[in-house]
């Protein structure tokens, strides 16, 4: 089969080799998406270091797939499919949304594990359970994670396989639900034209909760990045470490409201090296509690177990899983 997959997001790009359906993933490389002018020279850049024969491409996009034109939400690349066929020369292409390929990587867990709470059968798969709850068997799962933006996503099991729903969930109105939410989202109102929730969960969401409560405070600002904020929300650093609570909490909501708008209450998985980052905030912040703050459905989503995956390959092996799904038979180029 001989096909070069992608896990492309706002910042970085990693890629893949498979020589056929049961074979591994290999050579894996990750590249950061400014160090490249276009898609296509980060590609004909990783064949060539590697040495690769490569007949079929499949890429995971965070951003809308269905177009021949495509351009990424959040960095600079675009390409048109058929153009970036003939400049790699190859058979075929398929382009799937970042967390639908998320959710895919996931198949051998689903199809494999009645079970698949069981501790060791976690491990194995880099899963890590957040919060236990009841399995609904009969229903769906939802893929969600912060990165350089929102990531959210859908899995239905049909015809014992994996359908994913892809979307852009990410984008929807910031939905505040405190009254220090309604006055970040003021904040922000005043700033832009349209406040979505990824601009308060994902890594210039941290930044825009991390500013917002320096003036609020009417502090000095230290930092500047998401990454230096959030290692001094880990170290201690006060405001940091409200700003990160508040984007975990902000979270729960999302991952509440998305619960409630798709049906998921077979499990939901977190994805994404911000929320493995801040991993122990989880438990020092009011997420559980948040979780549960939905009236009459708190049972209904509070009994929803939590998933938090750590495996950076996932989307890797996801968008293999997409090139053989059934579901995007048609939709290969």
């Given at each position: 089969m001989k096909l070069l997959v992608?896990?492309?997001?706002?910042?970085?790009?990693?890629?893949?080799?498979?020589?056929?359906k049961e074979s591994e993933i290999e050579h894996i490389e990750f590249f950061n998406c400014v160090d490249f002018k276009n898609i296509d020279h980060a590609i004909l850049h990783y064949i060539s270091k590697n040495k690769l024969v490569v007949d079929n491409l499949s890429l995971s996009i965070a951003g809308p797939c269905e177009d021949n034109l495509i351009k990424f939400t959040n960095?600079?690349?675009?390409?048109?499919?058929?153009e970036l066929l003939k400049k790699i020369g190859c058979n075929s292409l398929l382009a799937v949304n970042d967390f639908a390929a998320q959710g895919l990587g996931f198949t051998s867990f689903f199809k494999n594990n009645l079970n698949f709470l069981d501790k060791e059968v976690l491990k194995d798969h880099k899963l890590y359970l957040l919060k236990s709850g009841k399995i609904i068997d009969n229903s769906n799962v939802l893929i969600t994670g912060p990165g350089t933006g929102l990531g959210v996503g859908t899995l239905l099991f049909h015809d014992n396989g994996l359908l994913p729903i892809q979307g852009e969930g990410g984008n929807v109105n910031f939905s505040p639900a405190t009254k220090l939410e309604i006055d970040l989202l003021k904040w922000l109102a005043d700033r832009m034209n349209y406040v979505p929730t990824e601009e308060v969960l994902s890594g210039r969401g941290l930044v825009n909760i991390y500013d917002y409560l320096v003036a609020k405070k009417k502090c000095v600002s230290q930092f500047s990045t998401a990454e230096e904020i959030g290692q001094a929300a880990i170290n201690g650093d006060i405001i940091s470490k409200d700003a990160a609570k508040l984007m975990i909490?902000?979270?729960?909501?999302s991952i509440a409201n998305n619960i409630l708008i798709t049906g998921s209450?077979?499990?939901?998985i977190i994805c994404g090296g911000i929320s493995v980052k801040l991993h122990d905030l989880f438990f020092e912040s009011r997420f559980f509690e948040r979780?549960?703050?939905?009236?009459?459905y708190q049972e209904y989503v509070d009994k929803v177990p939590i998933l938090l995956s750590y495996d950076k390959n996932n989307g890797l092996k996801g968008a293999a899983e997409a090139f053989y799904n059934p579901f995007f038979k048609n939709k290969t180029f």
């Amino acid at each position: 089969m001989k096909l070069l997959v992608a896990d492309i997001g706002g910042t970085n790009a990693r890629f893949g080799y498979q020589k056929n359906k049961e074979s591994e993933i290999e050579h894996i490389e990750f590249f950061n998406c400014v160090d490249f002018k276009n898609i296509d020279h980060a590609i004909l850049h990783y064949i060539s270091k590697n040495k690769l024969v490569v007949d079929n491409l499949s890429l995971s996009i965070a951003g809308p797939c269905e177009d021949n034109l495509i351009k990424f939400t959040n960095n600079h690349w675009f390409f048109k499919k058929n153009e970036l066929l003939k400049k790699i020369g190859c058979n075929s292409l398929l382009a799937v949304n970042d967390f639908a390929a998320q959710g895919l990587g996931f198949t051998s867990f689903f199809k494999n594990n009645l079970n698949f709470l069981d501790k060791e059968v976690l491990k194995d798969h880099k899963l890590y359970l957040l919060k236990s709850g009841k399995i609904i068997d009969n229903s769906n799962v939802l893929i969600t994670g912060p990165g350089t933006g929102l990531g959210v996503g859908t899995l239905l099991f049909h015809d014992n396989g994996l359908l994913p729903i892809q979307g852009e969930g990410g984008n929807v109105n910031f939905s505040p639900a405190t009254k220090l939410e309604i006055d970040l989202l003021k904040w922000l109102a005043d700033r832009m034209n349209y406040v979505p929730t990824e601009e308060v969960l994902s890594g210039r969401g941290l930044v825009n909760i991390y500013d917002y409560l320096v003036a609020k405070k009417k502090c000095v600002s230290q930092f500047s990045t998401a990454e230096e904020i959030g290692q001094a929300a880990i170290n201690g650093d006060i405001i940091s470490k409200d700003a990160a609570k508040l984007m975990i909490e902000i979270f729960a909501t999302s991952i509440a409201n998305n619960i409630l708008i798709t049906g998921s209450q077979k499990c939901v998985i977190i994805c994404g090296g911000i929320s493995v980052k801040l991993h122990d905030l989880f438990f020092e912040s009011r997420f559980f509690e948040r979780l549960r703050s939905k009236g009459r459905y708190q049972e209904y989503v509070d009994k929803v177990p939590i998933l938090l995956s750590y495996d950076k390959n996932n989307g890797l092996k996801g968008a293999a899983e997409a090139f053989y799904n059934p579901f995007f038979k048609n939709k290969t180029f």
